[in-house]
C-alpha cells in the first residue's frame, strides 16, 4: 500500500473550516484514500474515503487531486469535539470477505481552539 | 452501524500473570478482526490478523506465543496477553470489518493494560 505524509500538527480556530493535507504520490490506480480519526485515549473513528472523486458525508469532505497524488480533508466547521489526530491511509479495498488491515502512520494532531 | 465492542476497558495486573482482552462485533459478523497496540505519544501498531475458525496471521516481530489471539466465532476474538510484563502496558484496540459495504472498519473504544 502507498505510503502517505501529513503534517504533524495543525490548528483551527472553532467554527472555520480545518482543512488537513495528505500526499500520496505513489498512489496506484486502484488504491483508496482513507481518512480516520482518533480523539484521545479512544479507538479510531472512520471519516470518510474516496477513489478519485470528491466525496461528502456528514462528517467532512474529501478533495482528491486530479492526478491523486494528494488530498484534503475538510471538517467545514470545526468544534472543539473535533480535536484528534486525524490518519490518512492509502490501501486497496479488498472484496467484502477479505478485511484488508489497515497501517497507520503517524498522523495530523488537529487542535481546534475556541 | 457497526458496533465493536472490547471488555474490559481497562486492566491491571501484576507481572507474570495473564490478562485475556475480547473484542465483540455486536451487530454483524466479522470473518476477520485486528488487533492494534498503541504506545502513548505513538500511532496504532498493527500487531494480527485474527480469522474465525484459522490461525492469526502476526506481524513480523510480535511474538505469537506472547500474544494468543482466538477467533471462535464470527463475533468474538479473544487477544490474551500471557506472562504479562510492565513494557507490555499499552492500549490494546481492535477492530472488525464488515461483510457487506465499502471495507471500513469499525474499532472499539480500546482496553488499557497496566502491568505492575
Known amino acids: 500500500d502507498a505510503k502517505t505524509t501529513q503534517p504533524t500538527s495543525m490548528d483551527c480556530a472553532e467554527g472555520r473550516a480545518a482543512n488537513l493535507p495528505c500526499n500520496h504520490s505513489t498512489i496506484s490506480g486502484n488504491e483508496y484514500v482513507y481518512w480516520y480519526r482518533q480523539i484521545h485515549s479512544q479507538g479510531p473513528q472512520y471519516i470518510i474515503h474516496g477513489l478519485k472523486n470528491n466525496e461528502t458525508n456528514e462528517m467532512a469532505s474529501l478533495i482528491i487531486t486530479e492526478d491523486r497524488k494528494s488530498s484534503t480533508l475538510i471538517l467545514p466547521h470545526a468544534t472543539l469535539r473535533d480535536t484528534a489526530v486525524y490518519y490518512c491511509i492509502v490501501r486497496v479495498a479488498r472484496g467484502h470477505n477479505q478485511g484488508g488491515k489497515l497501517i497507520f502512520g503517524q498522523g495530523t494532531e488537529l487542535s481546534v481552539k475556541p | 452501524g457497526a458496533v465493536v465492542s472490547q471488555h474490559p476497558s481497562r486492566v491491571i495486573c501484576k507481572s507474570g500473570t495473564s490478562v485475556k482482552i475480547e473484542c465483540r462485533s455486536l451487530?454483524?459478523?466479522?470473518?476477520?478482526m485486528f488487533w492494534y497496540r498503541q504506545f502513548p505519544k505513538q500511532s496504532l501498531m498493527l500487531m494480527a490478523t485474527?480469522?474465525?475458525?484459522?490461525?492469526?496471521?502476526?506481524e513480523q516481530g510480535v511474538e505469537k506465543d506472547k500474544f494468543l489471539i482466538n477467533h471462535a466465532s464470527l463475533t468474538l476474538s479473544t487477544l490474551t496477553v500471557t506472562s504479562a510484563h510492565p513494557e507490555d502496558s499499552s492500549f490494546y484496540i481492535c477492530?472488525?470489518?464488515?461483510?457487506?459495504?465499502?471495507?471500513?472498519?469499525?474499532f472499539g473504544a480500546g482496553s488499557r493494560l497496566t502491568v505492575l
Open positions: 451487530d454483524f459478523q466479522a470473518t476477520t
Open positions: 485474527s480469522n474465525e475458525g484459522s490461525k492469526a496471521t502476526y
Open positions: 477492530s472488525a470489518s464488515t461483510l457487506t459495504g465499502a471495507n471500513v472498519l469499525t
